[in-house]
């Protein structure tokens, strides 16, 4: 079974700090791991995948397998960045095709 | 269009039964849903493929669906409980292969009085 852990709940920064959203995983086959955003009053939308290699919006994240994360980075935050964030892990091989959630983080970026 | 879903709200009262629809993104032959909830966060519920159920998440059978030829869904929950209240998602895709991305409709707000 696959599991995805997000270990903030709340992440507060100020406008123009780096900002780094944490996320591990755990999965016994290869993963395909996204971060999706929900902005207030807003759908659930895709940020970025990691098999597509994007950077939107500024954001990046990288998938360390051996440390199974997948951390979300901004260098400069903006205050249109505040939302709820949710990475996700989809498997890349078998059956199942659904997304796995974690608990989301979120993040407030202050004035 | 995005995926829509009908109704946005919903109040029912425990032991009634409730019908959530959902059209997908014209082209899109896969539907998935999912319950939200602040406690348990996201969770799948079901996939859909050309009327057929591919995949199925951990819920009791009181949770159930179907597809329609056109490719629109819906979702049925039976002898409504208080822990049913939550947003329910669906989320289409061409056809929930390896590479498709999910799109996510608005949601439906349960809430079981």
């Known amino acids: 079974a696959q599991r995805v852990t997000q270990p903030e709940k709340l992440l507060s920064v100020f406008k123009g700090a780096p900002v780094e959203l944490k996320c591990n995983y755990s999965?016994?086959?290869?993963?395909?791991l996204f971060w999706y955003v929900q902005y207030s009053r807003q759908r659930l939308q895709l940020l970025l995948r990691h098999i597509s290699r994007e950077s939107i919006k500024g954001f990046t994240a990288d998938l360390n397998k051996g440390e199974t994360s997948f951390h979300l980075k901004k260098p400069f935050a903006q205050e249109e960045d505040s939302a709820m964030y949710y990475c996700a892990l989809r498997p890349l091989t078998g059956s199942a095709r659904q997304l796995t959630f974690g608990s989301g983080t979120q993040l407030t970026v202050l004035p | 269009t995005g995926v829509t879903q009908s109704p946005t709200h919903l109040i029912k009262t425990r032991g009634q039964q409730v019908t959530l629809s959902c059209s997908p993104i014209s082209g899109h032959r896969s539907v998935s849903w999912y319950q939200q909830t602040p406690g348990q966060g996201l969770q799948f519920l079901f996939e859909y493929f050309s009327e057929t159920q591919r995949n199925k998440g951990n819920f009791p059978g009181r949770f159930s669906g179907r597809q329609f030829s056109n490719s629109r869904s819906e979702m049925n929950v039976s002898t409504l409980e208080l822990g049913d209240s939550a947003l329910y998602l669906c989320?289409?895709?061409?056809?929930?292969?390896?590479?498709?991305?999910?799109?996510f409709g608005p949601g439906t707000r349960l809430t079981v009085l």
């Open positions: 999965y016994s086959g290869s993963p395909e």
């Open positions: 989320a289409s895709s061409p056809d929930g292969g390896r590479t498709d991305t999910q799109y």
